[in-house]
């Protein structure tokens, strides 16, 4: 996802997020701030559009003379505007060291998928399974895809212990969303809720059972 073109006839795909807050296209209160430890669902217009919020910011270290040195940033990308010509979509995850100087790694892409060439499955999806959860252990931070609502993406910052849990209940709904597709019926649509509001308040194995129950 780092490449110039993809393909010299067509244009370059849009920029990421930390170029698009350092100028200001990208303003804070489009930022959701959630610090290592903490459990927090966001919800990622694309990134090539406009949207109420655009990226989530996870804090990892700070100067000593204030502001952050380390942290990640989460995005939506999704093959529309600028960007419909990336190679993947999803939810990608970049860390960002401005300790360094620029052009020796600022900002590194967390490749879901290193083993494919040229970032080229770069992105973290609910349905992939060898893809849908980024984890750092040395941090205490674990981020997780999550189902899309319209157009935007959802996306979880956990810790690696809650990890397991929330993958599954993500994972329950998702089948909830595939066995029971709009139109849905009553009964259907409130257990979609009801597991919904469960996994917002980080009950996810409440959530689980809700699942478990519509599903038989």
Known sequence: MSHHFIEKTKPPQGVSS??????????????????????Q???????SKKGETLAVKIPLKRR?????????LVENRQLTGYD????????????????VMEGSGTV?????????????????RLDRNNRNAFVDKKNNVAIIPL???KENQGVLITTPEKSSD???????????????PEPRGKEAGKSIEECIVSFKRSDFKACCQVAQQALN
């Open 166 to 180: 929330a993958l599954k209940a993500a994972l329950m709904i998702q089948r909830l969303f595939q066995r029971f």
């Open 147 to 149: 189902w899309s609502d």
């Open 41 to 47: 669902c966001a919800f990622l217009s694309p990134l």
């Open 108 to 124: 590194k892409v967390m490749d879901a998928d290193p083993d494919s060439p040229y970032f080229s499955h770069a992105t973290f």
């Open 18 to 39: 930390f170029t698009k807050i350092r100028l200001g296209w990208i303003s804070p209160d489009q930022v959701c701030l959630v610090k290592p430890g903490g459990t």
């Open 64 to 72: 000593w003379s204030g502001g952050w040195s380390h942290y990640y």
């Open 84 to 99: 419909r010509l990336l190679p993947d979509s999803g939810i990608l995850v970049l860390k960002v060291n401005l300790d």
